[in-house]
Every structure is written in C-alpha cells, then in structure tokens.
C-alpha cells in the first residue's frame, strides 16, 4: 500500500524517497540536529493531519458538500508518566449544518491513519549488515 526508502550517512539529516518525491527528516539544532527538515514526530503528525484534511475532502466531494479551506494542527505530548496522546484540532471556513459538523468529526475518526494509530500496528524488523 505504501513503501519509502530511507538513506543517511552520517549525523541526523535523514533523506528519504516516496515514489517519485523526496523529502528531509532532521533533528532540531537544540537535539544535535541541523534542523533541515521535520522531527520524525513532526512527519508521523503530518501524516495524521494530511491524511484528515484528504479523506474529509474526499467525503464532502461525494456529498456534494462544500468545505472551503481545511487546516488542522495536530500536537504529540508524553507526560511526565510517559503517557502519550495526539491532540487534533480541524477547521473548515465554509458554513456546515451542526449535523453536516457532526458527520465530519465522524469521518476524522475514521480516516485510515487515524484507525492505524489508535488500533496499534505490529512492525517486523529485519536487521542486515551491508557488506
């Protein structure tokens, strides 16, 4: 469904290949980064916000509904316990009906990376020595 490369050298500028793109993930300078590019955290949130604005666009085109700009900011936190949570705030400037409001906050429920990372995902490692 989806695959991405990822190669580095050296230090924590990381760059990495899906299909045709390519993007940057780094670290804050603060963490011994460069920062040239987002914070692992900060893509998994792009990924949740992108994913939300997407299958909420997707939903009112078939309704027929229109949304006019979608934003969302989403926030990862770990507390002092270790608890972690996302928050994710959505926002849409054309003018829905309380119970047009109520079926979009269904669907960022169910968006697929939403479903993904409430229900947990099993990651299969393989470690390999390049020779």
Do not use: N
């Not at 990495?16 to 460069?34: F, Q």
């Not at 009906?97 to 947990?120: D, H, M």
């Amino acid at each position: 469904m989806a695959t991405i490369h990822l190669a580095s050298a050296a230090g924590y500028r990381q760059e990495i290949r899906a299909r045709t793109h390519t993007l940057t993930a780094d670290e804050p300078a603060s963490l011994g980064g460069t920062d040239s590019g987002p914070s692992p955290y900060e893509l998994l949130l792009a990924s949740l916000a992108a994913c939300t604005s997407l299958t909420l666009r997707m939903y009112a085109d078939r309704k027929g509904w229109e949304l006019g700009r979608v934003e969302v900011d989403a926030r990862f936190a770990r507390d002092e316990a270790g608890t972690e949570s996302i928050t994710r705030e959505v926002r849409l400037s054309a003018p829905l009906s309380p119970e047009q409001q109520t079926r979009l906050a269904e669907i960022c429920e169910k968006t697929p990376v939403t479903k993904t990372l409430k229900r947990g995902t099993p990651i299969a490692t393989t470690l390999r020595v390049m020779a």
